[in-house]
């Protein structure tokens, strides 16, 4: 298998790093967090310039028709920079959710938005009683004689207090009170019922819960036929996943590279840190995880578009793999940087932070070990 970038793909590559090395710097991300969003407008314009916005979106809709890989080049050079603006929730799954479940109306109306910078979209599914299981769906829509009825309670929506249209996941019930199948709801922002709880996210950005009280909807929020959504939410996940996997990256050789740095120029004893062998082979553990973390992340963007239990067996390996490196690379970073590396005169903490709450996200390293398990046993079937 060839994994030579292309030539288009070294360009977004280098322009991605020169970007975010000018531009998210750590002045810039305390004045982000300052904002009632948690992010830069003016930045998330500059993405749309940039092309990036547009990036994964299908040509036909405005967009740019790239790939994973290309959203993994992007999401690396994000996790250098931590990046706090909703590219995950609009972008990657956002638009993800609307370009393969959303009626031709709703793609033509949505996409070319998402493309330049002008709509923002969370993703709400995530509930108590799910424990990450995305089957599990307790929120319920009930038809009525002009929509729907949206009723239940979301957690851990990413972005959402910033996003002008939330995509919600809810089971369609009948008359008789019994759930059926699993569909996606367009809800706007302050549609009447619905109630928002904002919080700050570790290591930067905002999510927020959800309480759906009697939330009426038109008809035509419903996105696409009304079509079992469980499988395009897998999808969309697996893929988020991914990238996610290449920002921890991004992330975690940031670290590397800070933490040889340090030990170059911190010297005890009259000698730099980095002359003592222990230290020289802490480092070189450190690059080996940075090194397979990479190979995990990139498998699983190679296999985004593979059949399901293919792609969700490398979005899950890759999940649990980097996750375990991520946890290894930033206590041994900050450990190395001693006392500094827990202060706020440094970023090494915020890194740290970022990274813990990756492992969180979509479900930490044992969860995907275990659906790993699983999905093999269907392969082996």
């Not at 810039?28 to 547009?54: D, I, M, V, Y």
């Not at 959504?229 to 920002?247: F, H, N, Q």
């Not at 202060?343 to 990274?355: A, N, P, S, V, W």
Request: glycine share 12%; with cysteine; aromatic share 6%.
């Amino acid at each position: 298998m060839d994994l030579t970038l292309s030539d288009e793909q070294r360009l977004l590559r280098e322009s991605a790093d020169r970007f975010v090395g000018e531009t998210c710097t750590a002045d810039h991300r305390r004045k982000a967090a300052a904002e009632p969003n948690g992010f830069s407008a003016a930045t998330w314009k500059q993405f749309a310039e940039l092309g990036w916005l547009a990036l994964p979106i299908a040509e036909e809709y405005g967009g740019l028709g790239g790939g994973a890989i290309e959203i993994g080049i992007l999401m690396e050079a994000f996790g250098r920079g931590l990046v706090s603006e909703p590219y995950l929730s609009t972008v990657v799954i956002g638009a993800g959710l609307i370009g393969t479940s959303g009626s031709e109306a709703q793609k033509q109306a949505l996409l070319p938005k998402v493309a330049d910078g002008s709509l923002y979209l969370a993703f709400a599914h995530a509930e108590r009683a799910a424990r990450f299981d995305l089957d599990k769906v307790e929120t319920t829509a009930a038809k009525t004689p002009n929509g729907f009825r949206l009723s239940g309670h979301k957690i851990a929506v990413l972005d959402g207090q910033a996003a002008d249209q939330i995509i919600v996941s809810a089971r369609l019930v009948s008359a008789n009170g019994s759930s059926g199948k699993l569909c996606l709801f367009l809800v706007p922002a302050g549609a009447p019922g619905m109630t928002l709880r904002d919080y700050p996210r570790l290591g930067g950005g905002h999510a927020c819960s959800l309480d759906l009280r009697d939330v009426q909807l038109p008809a035509d929020a419903l996105l696409g036929d009304g079509s079992d959504a469980l499988p395009a939410i897998e999808a969309v996940t697996d893929r988020a996943m991914a990238a996610l996997g290449s920002e921890a990256v991004g992330i975690m050789q940031t670290l590397l590279d800070t933490t040889l740095e340090y030990t170059k120029i911190r010297k005890q004893f009259g000698r730099p840190l980095s002359a003592n062998q222990v230290i020289r082979h802490r480092l070189a553990d450190m690059a080996m995880q940075c090194d397979e973390a990479r190979s995990m992340a990139l498998r699983a963007a190679l296999m985004a578009d593979a059949e399901p239990v293919a792609r969700g067996r490398a979005a899950s390996g890759a999940k649990a793999k980097i996750g375990n490196c991520a946890r290894f690379v930033a206590e041994q970073s900050v450990q190395l940087h001693g006392a500094m590396g827990v202060t706020e005169e440094l970023d090494i903490g915020l890194y740290f932070k970022r990274l813990l709450a990756f492992d969180t996200l979509f479900g930490g390293s044992a969860h995907h070990y275990r659906r790993h398990a699983v999905l093999g046993g269907r392969a082996q079937g």
